[in-house]
């Protein structure tokens, strides 16, 4: 079961994921970094990628040894309007972070920027990173590989990564255009996510080898990681509802992820060593930032967009729906909900929290459970 759910304010969480990661090693100027992309994804409601993952996702990692608290950032190429960039496996929103601000330094300057990254670790939320575009000004786009988990069509091992393709667009309204989602019906964050509530996996999101459904939440992470079960891409399996098109997708932001950089790819990602232990994920991104000022201009692409939006939202309802949502829109009703209150963390994280807390030393934060 679930278990009770108690809110912690912003500032008290913001404050101790802070600590904690300077703790474990990461500099304070980085921490903030990787705390706020950790907490953005709580302040859209995407919980698979928010608070819950800080122990399980990156503090257990840099302990394993195979994700280094402090990140060396080296440029290995660059041109005006591209770089290359090797992260040497520190952490991934650090890098995310600054190869972003590269793209759109590089927009700004000369209409578009793209940065590829290799041996870089998990970044967060890949709306993060189109969001800060957006609030420059740009079109955002970014991209990551990730451990394999989904199958090819027609295939049952699994090969690539959830790989999120996500796009960031200013527009003139109070939020903007983010479609940030896996290549996958689901990904492996939301199935981990389940399985810390106690939920199931609904049937038709990740395929057996025997090329059944499975739906045990905590089986199923086990069974990805032997590579008894794969996900489905976008469609699902087969090529009945289009499953070759979220294959298609998948496999290209792998070969951007991977390509442009001489990165590593597929079952390389596997995290997993011969000898059955853990191994470093050296994941590729890819960040694009797009200046509208290069065409015909900011205001032209933010009115023309959200006309485009407003039309959408007010088009025909089926019948029992009251509402149309775009992209970005439901994330930032999250946050209009939660911004004076604050982060909801589940029994589970509660248990770890506390256990961070009394480890690291840190008795100055009280935390409502």
Same mark, same amino acid.
């Given at each position: 079961?679930?278990?009770? @759910?108690?809110? /912690? %304010?912003?500032?008290?969480? &913001?404050?101790?994921? !802070?600590?904690? =990661? ?130 090819? @069509?027609?295939? /049952? %091992?699994?090969?690539?990564? &959830?790989?999120?393709? !996500?796009?960031? =667009? ?133 009115? /023309? ?65």
């Amino acid at each position: 079961m679930a278990g009770k @759910t108690c809110i /912690v %304010d912003w500032k008290t969480i &913001t404050e101790f994921v !802070t600590e904690v =990661f300077i703790k474990y090693g990461v500099p304070e100027e980085d921490a903030r970094i990787c705390t706020d992309v950790l907490l953005e994804a709580d302040r859209r409601g995407i919980e698979s990628h928010g608070v819950n993952r800080l122990k399980p996702i990156y503090l257990d990692r840099i302990k394993a040894g195979i994700q280094n608290p402090v990140t060396n950032f080296e440029i290995i190429k660059e041109g005006p309007t591209t770089a290359v960039v090797d992260g040497h496996l520190g952490m991934g929103q650090v890098i995310g972070y600054k190869a972003m601000k590269m793209a759109i330094e590089k927009a700004k300057s000369y209409g578009m920027g793209m940065v590829a990254v290799r041996n870089s670790t998990h970044y967060g939320i890949a709306g993060y990173y189109v969001t800060m575009a957006v609030n420059e000004g740009c079109i955002g786009i970014s991209g990551t590989n990730a451990r394999p988990s989904i199958a090819p @069509t027609f295939g /049952v %091992d699994n090969m690539l990564g &959830t790989n999120p393709l !996500t796009f960031g =667009f200013p527009t003139d309204e109070e939020f903007p255009f983010v479609l940030d989602c896996a290549t996958s019906i689901t990904q492996r964050g939301k199935i981990e996510y389940f399985a810390r509530i106690g939920k199931e996996t609904p049937a038709g999101m990740v395929i057996g080898r025997d090329g059944k459904p499975k739906t045990d939440s905590e089986q199923i992470l086990k069974d990805l990681s032997s590579g008894n079960a794969a996900l489905a891409p976008l469609g699902g399996i087969g090529e009945e509802l289009g499953g070759y098109k979220g294959y298609g997708y998948a496999t290209v932001v792998e070969i951007l992820s991977a390509a442009l950089q001489q990165g590593s790819y597929l079952q390389a990602l596997s995290g997993v060593a011969e000898d059955g232990g853990k191994k470093p994920m050296p994941l590729g991104h890819f960040f694009i930032a797009i200046d509208p000022e290069a065409f015909l201009g900011l205001d032209t692409f933010k009115k /023309v967009t959200s006309n485009i939006l407003r039309d959408l939202r007010n088009s025909t309802k089926a019948p029992g729906h009251d509402r149309i949502y775009t992209a970005g829109e439901k994330e930032y009703l999250v946050w209009l909900e939660r911004k004076d209150s604050g982060v909801p963390i589940n029994e589970s994280v509660q248990r770890e929290l506390k256990q961070l807390r009394d480890e690291l030393g840190l008795d100055r934060f009280r935390f409502p459970f």
